[in-house]
């Protein structure tokens, strides 16, 4: 052993230089990238450096439009003034956040009634429908998830529902983008955010195919930003974790748990800023504490919780008459 030291006596002096400039620059960029992220969070709005949607393109579309984080980010870009083209499932509910949104902030609606879990004849009406509209920004929301926390093979629905969900979170995304991104490109700007999910950046156990889904969204949206960040289009994937909606079933708020309209106004204005971001301080903390937990931890620890939330969910479901699993 002394040998060895004794050979790299010469090499000590490059090793601590260049094991001291290694340091420095990991501190240099911890700092920017932690005061970049309190600029864009807490400054940037406030000081006017945020995308101006409205100069991107007039209209703003919207899928999964009517509840939650959609909802949110329809609000917000109404807000910021773009007329707002609302896209989801239930006619009713479409007029009702159109009218509310008209009444409030001024602008122009447009609603289309579409259900994303069928099959791609769907697009042929939407296509339709957004002619002669000038697009300036889509917003990649609408998407499905699991009843409940489950093992694959015993997922309620089967093979039915993997289909309904494969078309409503991976392709309606897909084809979305198709529809709207070649007049964006002709007019060299446009914003394209794909909502992606925690559960799309690494496996949740008992959520297999969502968390396959989100994973597509994820390298969808990524993907499409390297091809297209030369040409004026800014591509954008949120990758939320709890957030109170339908989807995650809960409506309790809390320092990590944030209302859906507050977390689109928070996502919003990271536009340009972030490439992929988790669109919150409180969700991009939660990121880095499950991103530093080792792989071979964080997988057990994951089902575990999982398979908590399973049983809390169907105890629930029994007491409602409601549960139709074994």
């Known amino acids: 052993m002394a040998g060895f030291f004794a050979f ?23 700092c920017y990238f932690t005061l970049r992220s309190i600029f864009v969070f807490f400054l940037a709005e406030t000081l006017g ?22 909802k949110g980010y329809a609000f917000d870009l109404a807000r910021r003034g773009c007329n707002i083209v609302l896209i989801s499932r239930t ?5 009702n956040v159109a009218q509310e949104i008209e009444t409030i902030y001024n602008v122009r609606t447009k609603v289309i009634a579409v259900d994303f879990t069928a099959d791609e004849s769907i697009y042929d009406k ?28 015993k997922v309620p629905g089967g093979e039915e529902f993997f289909v309904q969900m494969i078309r409503c979170n991976c392709v309606a995304q897909t084809l979305m983008t198709r529809i709207v991104l070649p007049q964006m490109v002709a007019r060299k700007k446009g914003v394209v955010v794909n909502l992606s999910s925690a559960a799309g950046a690494n496996p949740y156990p008992m959520l297999a195919v969502y968390s396959a889904t989100k994973a597509f969204n994820d390298f969808l949206g990524m993907t499409c930003e390297q091809e297209y960040r030369d040409t004026g289009v800014i591509f954008q994937v949120i990758q939320p974790f709890m957030v109170a909606t339908n989807l995650s079933g809960t409506k309790k708020t809390n320092l990590f748990v944030l209302d859906a ?6 996502c919003l204005n990271t536009v340009g800023w972030f490439p992929r971001t988790n669109g919150h301080p409180s969700h991009a903390v939660q990121n880095w504490i499950v991103s530093h937990i080792p792989a071979i931890i964080r997988g057990p620890l994951m089902k575990a919780g999982m398979t908590k939330f399973r049983e809390a969910s169907i105890a629930k479901l029994k007491k409602k008459g409601l549960y139709k699993g074994e």
Do not use: C
Not at 261 to 266: C, I, L, V
């Open 8 to 30: 790299l006596g010469p090499f000590q002096s490059s090793f601590a230089f260049f094991g001291t400039v290694a340091v420095v620059l990991f501190v240099l960029l911890t």
């Open 49 to 70: 450096m945020t995308v101006p949607f409205k100069e991107m393109g007039e209209w703003a579309v919207v899928t999964g439009a009517t509840d939650g984080i959609g």
């Open 91 to 95: 006619l009713e509910k479409l007029k």
């Open 126 to 153: 939407i296509k339709e429908d957004l002619a002669g509209l000038e697009i300036g920004t889509l917003i990649n929301n609408v998407g499905i998830g699991y009843p409940y926390p489950e093992m694959f093979h």
């Open 261 to 266: 309209k507050s977390y689109a106004r928070s």
